[in-house]
């Protein structure tokens, strides 16, 4: 996640900040009722790539560039009003279902993927995805040829909440080979037993074998959109990595790295994190077991 608003400083009630001064006003977290996705994209997507979200694409084109095969149904939970980790992941996955909690972040990827090649909201994350990927000039054809990639791979957009158990149903239990979430079970609650359980519920949904990408912001309890703070659980490296080996994911293939971005201090985080994984085969092993 990135961000180009300018501002007020000196006004976060987060750990890892300076705290407000003992006269100033320390503003109480948002529910994502109160959520306004046009705001989001303004205060974080407005200024082009900027250099944390430079790290977290590359991360994620880098994993899914090491896989032997191709995705069959990837998910992006909590896609907010964003298109850029789908338009990553649109070259490694047949298909591709987007969930959020807010409708109107829906209404906006809704939007996006109808309005065709004449919505340039996205290009210059297409440009960066393709630079990462080639050497080759990103050309305007090539940059129209993965979004239309994208919008031919997106098929469903989703409600959903991650604090249901089955957060997209019964019949999503175990269904998704890969799994990216950026920046949203961490932005659900301070409390981090909330964040336990929605990572829980959410990766549920992923199979077993399957692949998860995650983004996170690192010891930060609260994070600017305009001038609302909304909430944050306070993760660190060793939370991540703990949540990951409790659902089941193969140790030897965690990875959790840190990364630094000290350009967005004054919105309450100056680091973020990005982890990756798979999920072990637990049936084939009880039936090998078994036999
Ligand atoms: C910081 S934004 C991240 C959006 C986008 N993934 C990005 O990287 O810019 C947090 C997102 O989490 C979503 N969200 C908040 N609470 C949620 C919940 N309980 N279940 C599912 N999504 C939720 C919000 O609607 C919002 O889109």
Known sequence: MSNSSGLPLGRIASKGTPAAGPCQHVPEVCDYADWHATDYIDAYYGGGVLPDEQRVLAYQLGLMESQPLKFGRALEYGCGPT???????????FRIDMADRVPGNLAQIGAWLKAGPDNTDW????????????DLATSARRVARREELTRKAIRNLY??????????????????DLIVSGFCIDAISQDQRVWRECMRNMLSMLSEGGVL??????????????????PNADL??????????????????????????PENARYGYSCVLMASGRKAWRRRHAATTLC
């Open 83 to 93: 298109l850029h980790r789908a338009i990553a992941a649109s070259r490694y996955a």
């Open 159 to 176: 409600l959903s909440d991650a604090r249901w158990p089955n957060p997209l149903g019964e019949q999503r239990r175990h269904f998704y």
């Open 213 to 230: 990408v995650l983004h996170a912001l690192h010891r930060c309890s609260a994070y600017w959109v305009g001038e609302r703070l909304y």
């Open 123 to 134: 290009n210059r994350h297409t440009r960066y995805v393709l630079s990462c990927e080639s």
């Open 236 to 261: 660190s490296k060793d939370d991540v990595f703990a949540s990951l080996l409790a659902n089941d994911f193969v140790r030897a293939t965690i990875d959790v790295e840190i990364a630094p971005c």
